[in-house]
């Protein structure tokens, strides 16, 4: 009985040792996919057409983990609900690190202020402005903007990728569940 229990482990700590590993190969792929996003959305800051292409490449993203998913559950081993759970968040968990390093490294090394730039010029224009002043009735939204983005201009680079972690990790904890209830089950036969 003792043998049958030792086998037990060992395939469990298996099976653990090997969703780690996959997960954190398909979460390389997705972590991509949102590093890429967030890139595109930098840019799209002085090229709008260009932020339009990351948001479509970070939506890609949650069909890519997926279909990652289906294909460990078809050609590795079946997927019930809570592996399908622990696979998919910890790939998730695995992007949303790549993507906080990538993030770092732009407010770092690359940003330079063109973030605050970008913001404290569109809130010269009269329709935002106008779109400001009547989503804060009674306060003065304008300054409160001006506050933030100067607060944000002086935030330094490792406390804004903290932050953006909490965020990332709160998306794939989000992205997680559906993601698990889409891909579980028994390998699909063709």
């Avoid at 009985?1 to 792929?29: F, H, I, P």
């Avoid at 972590?31 to 479509?56: D, E, K, Q, R």
């Avoid at 010269?124 to 903007?145: C, K, N, S």
């Amino acid at each position: 009985m003792s043998e049958n229990n030792d086998n037990k482990q060992r395939r469990e700590v298996g099976d653990s040792q090997q969703t780690r590993a996959y997960a954190g190969y398909y979460g390389l792929w997705v972590g991509l996919c949102w590093a890429a996003s967030f890139g595109f959305y930098m840019a799209g800051l002085t090229h709008p057409l260009v932020s339009n292409i990351g948001l479509l490449v970070g939506v890609c993203s949650f069909p890519l983990g997926v279909r990652y998913l289906r294909g460990f559950r078809d050609h590795v081993a079946p997927l019930p609900l809570r592996r399908a759970w622990h696979l998919s968040w910890m790939m998730f968990l695995a992007a949303a690190m790549i993507c906080t390093a990538a993030q770092y490294i732009y407010f770092a090394y690359l940003d330079n202020g063109q973030l605050v730039r970008s913001y404290s010029e569109m809130l010269q224009q009269p329709e935002i402005q106008d779109l400001v002043t009547r989503m804060m009735p009674g306060q003065d939204g304008l300054a409160m903007m001006d506050e933030a983005l100067n607060m944000f201009a002086v935030t330094p680079p490792s406390q804004l990728a903290f932050q953006f972690l909490f965020l990332n990790v709160l998306l794939a904890t989000v992205l997680a569940l559906p993601a698990a209830l889409m891909s579980k089950g028994e390998p699909e036969t063709r």
